[in-house]
Nanobody, 124 residues
Framework: SQLVESGGGWVQPGGSLRLSCAAS????????IGWFRRAPGKEREGLAC????????YYYNSAKGRFTISRDNAKNTVTLQMNSLKPEDTAVYYC??????????????????WGRGTQVTVSS
């Protein structure tokens, strides 16, 4: 299985970025897909998750109110739209997969497969 994140980069405070997670090598619509991030000196933080068939979304921690997760099972992709970005959103962002037999979770230990991450930097 493979997960590849893209869409990271530099953005000014208040700006937006749209991250994508492209999946291959497994049956995509059998998996919950979550987004996480790790800021410098901090633990990895769960942000959002989308379930496989009903596309039910869950938001955790800092993602509530500013981030939107969505999936396209036909394209094997999950996106994370991030708005009103702040300098404290600077981090490496990761997507991860968890089998549909389990529910979405904010805990990174619940996910078996991970991408390598994409850097997001928010600064003026």
């Amino acid at each position: 299985s493979q997960l590849v994140e893209s869409g990271g980069g530099w953005v000014q405070p208040g700006g937006s970025l749209r991250l994508s997670c492209a999946a291959s090598g497994f049956t995509f619509d059998n998996y919950n897909i979550g987004w996480f991030r790790r800021a410098p000196g901090k633990e990895r933080e769960g942000l959002a998750c989308v379930s496989p068939s009903t596309a039910t979304t869950y938001y955790y921690n800092s993602a509530k109110g500013r981030f939107t997760i969505s999936r396209d099972n036909a394209k094997n992709t999950v996106t994370l739209q991030m708005n009103s970005l702040k300098p404290e959103d600077t981090a490496v962002y990761y997507c991860a997969a968890r089998f549909r037999g389990y529910s979405c979770s904010a805990a990174d230990s619940a996910y078996a497969d991970w991408g390598r991450g994409t850097q997001v930097t928010v600064s003026s």
